[in-house]
């Protein structure tokens, strides 16, 4: 089983519609990141977290929220979706107690906004 | 403003060594980590460097100069399945993991 899975892999969505993305670990890291990817601008932070009591705003994060249910669980949410956030979305994880600075990568969302 | 820059793209033939630069402009920096991602795929982790110089890590070797802000990824003995896109990542400042991406550089291994 995959270390970092995201649902749905694949959402088509109407504008203004609210969307929720899902992300799970089961590595055991204490940081989750979500990120967005578009052709040519490669990867732009939205949120990070620490910990389940520690969220951060990234790059890009208007229009977007996010809920840290649980260590494992990280979810992205668009209040009311919009064309320009069609895109690539990925989730990410890291370990601060490894010193570590490698980020694991979930396979995706690919959400297009009609 | 924070900004990285990398080629678009790059060609090269199979066995052959290929290098991608990477110049950077941030606000603190801690290292530049290295990542490869096939077809829109999950990016995975290459390299990371912290301090200057040559890190090697089989056919992939990653270069750092803090002084010059610029690093590159140096690829040996390539193979058809080195295609792919390549980043390039600045750990900002603060006691953080936070990543800046590059914009990717698209590397085409040909026969």
């Known amino acids: 089983d995959a270390d970092v899975t995201q649902t749905p892999r694949n959402r088509i969505t109407k504008t203004g519609k609210r969307i929720m993305l899902e992300c799970s670990q089961t590595k055991g890291h204490d940081r989750m990141y979500w990120y967005r990817q578009d052709p040519g601008l490669g990867l732009r932070l939205i949120y990070y977290s620490f910990d389940v009591k520690d969220i951060n705003k990234g790059e890009i994060s208007d229009g977007y929220s996010v809920s840290r249910q649980a260590q494992a669980k990280f979810s992205l949410s668009l209040e009311s979706a919009i064309p320009n956030q069609t895109a690539l979305y990925f989730c990410?994880?890291?370990?601060?107690?490894?010193?570590?600075?490698?980020?694991?990568f979930g396979p995706g969302t690919r959400l297009t906004v009609t | 403003g924070q900004s990285l820059e990398q080629p678009s793209e790059v060609t090269a033939v199979e066995g052959a060594i290929v290098q991608i630069n990477c110049t950077y402009q941030?606000?603190?920096?801690?290292?530049l980590s290295w990542y490869q991602q096939h077809d829109g795929g999950a990016p995975t982790f290459l390299s990371y460097n912290a301090l200057d110089g040559l890190e090697e890590t089989g056919r992939f070797s990653s270069f750092l100069s803090r002084s010059d802000s610029y690093g590159y990824l140096l690829l040996q003995e390539l193979q058809m399945k080195d295609s792919a896109s390549y980043f390039c990542a600045v750990r900002g400042g603060g006691a953080t993991n936070k990543l800046i991406f590059g914009t990717g550089t698209l590397l085409a291994v040909q026969p």
């Open positions: 941030t606000s603190g920096f801690y290292g």
């Open positions: 990410a994880t890291s370990d601060s107690r490894t010193g570590s600075y490698e980020q694991y």
